[in-house]
T-cell receptor, first 116, second 110 residues
Framework: NAGVIQTPRHKVTGKGQEATLWCEPI?????VFWYRQTIVQGLEFLTY????????DSGMPKERFSAQMPNQSHSTLKIQSTQPQDSAVYLC??????????????FGEGSKLTVL | GDSVTQKQGQVTLSEDDFLFINCTYS??????LFWYVQYPGQGPQLLLK?????NKGISRGFEATYDKGTTSFHLQKASVQESDSAVYFC?????????FGDGTVLTVKP
């Protein structure tokens, strides 16, 4: 079975440009999560969807960041007007149910964003 | 707020040494607790999971015990191998999302 697929694996943008990251969850999984990983901040939760509906976006920066899940087979994370501090590895994960206390997330390999 | 704390940023061992990685949690309820492992170039993957029902998780020679008294969830392995070199994260959930500790980089020398 294919795991969580993230594209692109690497993206370099100039300051002020837009970046869109894609995630294809494992087929049959109903929950999709986005995390950001940096050396300084570690693994930070951004947002998650269950059955395509946004459930918790408490970790999303309120400006410039948005996430969508238009269908069950993919989710996107869009960063407008990228800044150097947005440089990170963005990780997408899916889980079978996404309910409280399930916790078994299957992560993709991540998309490394570098903002020059 | 709810959190998990890993105080050891780095651990360096030799093969066959005993591994102990500290993790404590601070929550208002009894969450489900996890250890994830991340190898270079990959996303984290679940190593083991423990709930209040089973109290102990064991996987691939690693084990962790849920201790409500000390609010701890330490990871142990009797004899590490070079292939265990990775970053280990403890994590918890009781609201549907996982919250991770800062991670412990384990380096095992041959």
């Amino acid at each position: 079975n294919a795991g969580v697929i993230q594209t692109p694996r690497h993206k370099v943008t100039g300051k002020g440009q837009e970046a869109t990251l894609w995630c294809e969850p494992i087929s049959g999984h109903s929950a999709v999560f986005w995390y950001r990983q940096t050396i300084v901040q570690g693994l930070e939760f951004l947002t998650y969807f269950r059955n395509q509906a946004p459930i918790d976006d408490s970790g999303m920066p309120k400006e410039r960041f948005s996430a969508q899940m238009p269908n069950q087979s993919h989710s996107t994370l869009k960063i407008q007007s990228t800044q150097p501090q947005d440089s990170a590895v963005y990780l997408c994960a899916s889980s079978l149910t996404g309910g409280t206390n399930t916790g078994q997330l299957y992560f993709g390999e991540g998309s490394k964003l570098t903002v020059l | 707020g709810d959190s998990v704390t890993q105080k050891q940023g780095q651990v360096t061992l030799s093969e066959d040494d005993f591994l102990f990685i500290n993790c404590t949690y601070s929550t208002t309820t009894y969450p489900t607790l996890f250890w994830y492992v991340q190898y270079p170039g990959q996303g984290p993957q679940l190593l083991l999971k423990v709930t209040t029902a089973n109290n102990k998780g064991i996987s691939r020679g690693f084990e962790a015990t849920y201790d409500k008294g000390t609010t701890s969830f330490h990871l142990q392995k009797a004899s590490v191998q070079e292939s265990d070199s990775a970053v280990y994260f403890c994590a918890h959930t009781n609201t549907g999302k996982l919250t991770f500790g800062d991670g412990t980089v384990l380096t095992v020398k041959p």
